[in-house]
């Protein structure tokens, strides 16, 4: 079956933009989580999901993020007045259960942010 | 503090070579780790994870407790397991994950 999609795949973006990435988990997927690679860097966490209640969101770096996922399906990650350095891939996983034992995460291909 | 370090960016031996790929952690836990591989193109997908005990592509890993490792273990290295290695950690049942910097294994032929 289909995996984690993610759009758009690119995005480039003038500084003071507010951009909205989305993320497509796989069907019936409980948890959704969203990290943030730099370029060179392991991906870093942001948020999670368990499905529509934001149980985590600890890894967001300035209130300019926000993330929802009302119905416990799709997701969106929104950054308002971007910035340089928010230039990086958004990665979004989703995992079956509730994300611990030995739930797996399925990564979607990411969206790169380009703010310029 | 929760840190996964993978000292090498970049890893580069000969085919039918041995691999080992480092990560160190630091947790004050019980640790839950895991392997993360992404090839050429393609997406981030698990590997193998320590509780699994689990030997995949001819992967092997061992939780170290004593060392704080999970070190990533190949006999002999395969042109096509090129790609950039992720060591991460998941505390408690929190579900995220922390990753390392990640290691590039190039596999010359």
């Known amino acids: 079956g289909a995996g984690v999609s993610q759009s758009p795949r690119y995005k480039v973006a003038k500084r003071g933009q507010d951009v909205a990435l989305r993320c497509d988990p796989i069907s019936g997927h409980v948890s959704l989580f969203w990290y943030q690679q730099a370029l060179g860097q392991g991906p870093e966490f942001l948020t999670y999901f368990q499905n529509e209640a934001q149980l985590d969101k600890s890894g967001l770096p300035s209130d300019r993020f926000f993330a929802e996922r009302p119905e416990g399906s799709v997701s969106t990650l929104k950054i308002q007045r971007t910035q340089q350095e928010d230039s990086a891939v958004y990665l979004c996983a989703s995992s079956p259960q509730r994300g611990a034992g030995t739930d797996t995460q399925y990564f979607g291909p990411g969206t790169r942010l380009t703010v310029l | 503090a929760q840190r996964v370090t993978q000292p090498e960016k970049l890893l580069s031996v000969f085919k039918g070579a041995p691999v080992e790929l480092k990560c160190n952690y630091s947790y004050s836990g019980s640790p839950e780790l895991f392997w993360y591989v992404q090839y050429s193109r393609q997406r981030l997908q698990l590997l193998l994870r320590?509780?699994s005990r689990e030997s995949i592509k001819g992967f092997t890993a061992d939780l170290n407790k004593g060392e704080t490792s999970f070190h990533l273990k190949k006999p002999f290295a395969q042109e096509e397991d090129s790609a950039m290695y992720y060591c991460a950690l998941r505390p408690g049942n929190t579900g995220k994950l922390i990753f390392g910097q990640g290691t590039t294994l190039q596999v010359k032929p």
């Open positions: 320590h509780i």
